[in-house]
């Protein structure tokens, strides 16, 4: 918001659209934030060793991978457990 702000004074006047796409920006942002935690949380536990197979192959964990992702409010970054399995 305080980027809005100097328009407002600079102009002499009220400058609706740069207050409305700055609210948007402000928004988006948070909103970003917010869709990153939320899919980065760690529902089921983070060292899990393993993941099951109904073919009974063994997987391994190679550690975290971080994924860049464009939604709506803008790019997230994603971190997900990666395994490898053995045949
Ligand atoms: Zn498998």
């Not at 993941?51 to 997900?80: A, F, M, N, W, Y």
């Amino acid at each position: 918001m305080e980027r809005a702000l100097p328009e407002w004074s600079s102009r002499g006047g009220f400058d609706l659209e740069a207050i409305e796409f700055a609210v948007r920006d402000s928004l988006q942002r948070v909103g970003a934030r917010f869709l990153e935690q939320l899919l980065n949380t760690d529902w089921e536990g983070s060292s899990r060793g393993w993941v099951p197979c109904d073919q009974q192959h063994v997987s391994r964990h190679v550690g975290k991978r971080e994924k860049t992702v464009l939604t709506v409010v803008g790019e997230i970054h994603l971190d997900r457990e990666y395994y490898h399995a053995e045949l």
